[in-house]
């Protein structure tokens, strides 16, 4: 039962949102907050390439047809599920379901993707290469994506400009990581718990900013409870449609069990890290805290089902383990 808890992660990020409620930054302060929190996220994204080893990256490109299926469940059975929950935009705000089909085009964590992968006794390699590529790939993806299903509806176009901020704020810094990682990827690797706190700082600062745009827009004065229930219920379903689909699609096509943990813990997930900065850019203007609202929603249930699945899957290898070993 405790793992179905919110984590401590979560309860700032609730934290943020009430802060953001109470006392709302606005005018030239959020101005300079704004800046700060694009360098911190930019640093963020220089610390995820500087921890990322070039040689655990080429294990996991070995195993193409893994790869492969994942980056075909985050960025096209996802968008085709998100593009289905359409049937249901009538009952929501027009925001919140821009919110549930932006983060069905949104890259999969990393983290907590690879942490539930070793948890559950799956791919590591291949679960750290996989998350990090969807990250990488949709820094180009995404915005793709949007302008194909968003643009279509008229709800927001994709500019070369536009491309180049979300480049500027979270491609360029991880490369510059990856070009400094044979220096500083050890010194960054063994400091995890130091440099944990930053992480989740500058995600926080993010969600801040754009919640206190939010409230200064009304959201709390249009969005009903009503709402709030059915936008859990359609995160809940989605995560759950993904789930049975990345598991028997990893047995269709003859993964083992450690890969097909893999495909799992990897091709479920939505990243919170990457997708508050891309929103702010590609929707900037408009309800940005509306839009992003589902995909925090979306965070905690994933991190609360995947926690209690990968539990499953360890209880299960034990089992195995037992059974296999002579008396």
């Given at each position: 039962?405790?793992r179905?808890?919110p984590d401590?992660f979560?309860w700032?990020l609730?934290?943020?949102?009430l802060?953001a409620?109470l ?7 959020a ?7 694009n360098?911190?996220?930019a ?6 390439g500087?921890?990322?080893s070039?040689?655990v ?5 070995l195993?193409?047809r ?10 096209a059975v ?5 593009l289905?929950l359409?049937l ?9 379901y ?13 983290q ?12 590591v390699?291949?679960?750290i290469c996989a ?7 949709g820094?180009f ?16 176009g994709?500019?070369?400009?536009m491309?180049w901020?979300?480049?500027l704020q979270?491609?360029?810094?991880f ?6 990682q044979?220096f500083?990827?050890n010194?960054?690797?063994?400091k ?10 500058s995600?926080l600062?993010v969600?801040?900013l ?9 959201i709390?004065?249009r969005l009903?409870?009503?709402d709030?229930?059915?936008?859990i ?8 449609a993904?789930?049975?689909?990345t598991?028997?699609?990893?047995k269709?096509?003859?993964f083992?069990?450690e890969?097909?943990?893999t495909?799992?813990?990897?091709g479920?997930?939505k ?8 929103a ?17 929603l ?6 609360m ?8 899957y360890?209880?299960?290898?034990k089992?195995l ?7």
């Open positions: 039962m405790k179905l808890l401590t979560t700032l609730i934290g943020a949102v802060l409620s006392l709302p930054i606005s005018g030239e302060p101005e300079w907050f704004s800046v700060a929190t360098v911190a996220i640093l963020l994204f220089f610390l995820h500087a921890r990322l070039t040689d990256v080429v294990a996991g490109f195993h193409w893994l790869q492969l299926f994942i980056l075909a469940m985050t960025f996802f968008p085709l599920l998100g289905g359409g249901f935009s009538w009952l929501i705000d027009g925001p919140l821009l919110g549930l089909l932006f983060l069905c085009v949104l890259p999969s964590t990393v907590s993707s690879i942490a539930f992968t070793s948890i559950a006794g799956g791919n390699p291949a679960a998350a990090s590529t969807s990250n990488i790939l820094i993806l995404t915005p793709a994506l949007v302008a194909l299903l968003f643009s279509a509806g008229g709800h927001v994709v500019s070369f400009d491309i901020k979300i480049m979270l491609f360029l810094p490369v510059a990581g990856q070009l400094l044979p500083i990827g010194w960054i690797r063994s995890k718990t130091l440099l944990t706190p930053f992480d989740r700082g995600i600062m969600v801040y754009a919640f206190s745009e939010a409230v200064t827009e009304g709390w004065h009903a409870a009503g709030l229930a059915l936008l219920l359609l995160d809940g379903l989605l995560l759950g993904v789930l049975v689909l598991s028997l699609g990893a269709l096509f003859g083992n069990r890969d097909s943990i495909a799992v813990f990897c479920s997930k990243s919170l890290a990457s997708g508050v900065p891309m702010s850019v590609i929707f900037a203007g408009q309800s940005i805290g509306a839009i992003v609202l589902p995909l925090m979306f965070h905690q249930i994933q991190l089902v995947c926690a209690w699945l990968a539990r499953v360890a209880d299960r290898r089992a383990e037992a059974g296999a070993t002579p008396v």
